[in-house]
């Protein structure tokens, strides 16, 4: 069962404008959230991170909001840049004695257009 | 600072047959995880070596298996392959040590399996 949910295969924004990427979890144990960027014939490289005690870290051009009671979390990219243009996957984990597996969305391909 | 590399990047195989993928752990880190990727899917965590010992197992059969060397490498074992075993098989390593949580892992590029 999928408990990590990317429901927008896809998002086509303008150069410079926001793109707002969303996630929902199923997991209320989740306490790890963690957003990745895929070009193609790569692996996924880590952008930015936010612990369920906090709701919003920003790093540069990144931010993501962390809503743990609708459990929903976003990544903000302001200005969006054509370079941006990747797939981005939302993953969250467990603490847990046994090693921390990162569960994924599906993804959602982000196009910056010029 | 090498990064983490993956052989083969491609491989063909038929139903039943057994494969192995390989994985070099970026330079200092001592945990290495195994994710497969079916097409249109998210990375699906399959199991986690922390200092040679499976430390972590996602919900796949036996038929996976694994290994991690003194240097951190690691290999992915799959036997009786079957048609759903076509995916990209991604490695991550990261370095964690018991006690704290590894925020980060840092994939290789992938080994892409077909199974025909």
New interface residues.
Partial sequence: DQQVKQNSPSLSVQEGRISILNCDYTNSMFDYFLWYKKYPAEGPTFLISISSIKDKNEDGRFTVFLNKSAKHLSLHIVPSQPGDSAVYFCAASLNSNSGYALNFGKGTSLLVTP | ETG?TQSPTHLIKTRGQQVTLRCSSQSGHN?V?W?QQAL??????IF?Y?REEE??R?NFPPRFSGLQFPNYSSELNVNALELDDSALY?C?SSP?DRGT??????????TRLLVL
Avoid: D, H, K, M
């Fill in positions: 983490v945990t995880s994710y249109g899917q998210g990375p699906q965590f986690q922390y430390n972590g996602g991604l991550a964690w949580r590894g925020e980060t892992q840092y994939f290789g590029p992938g």
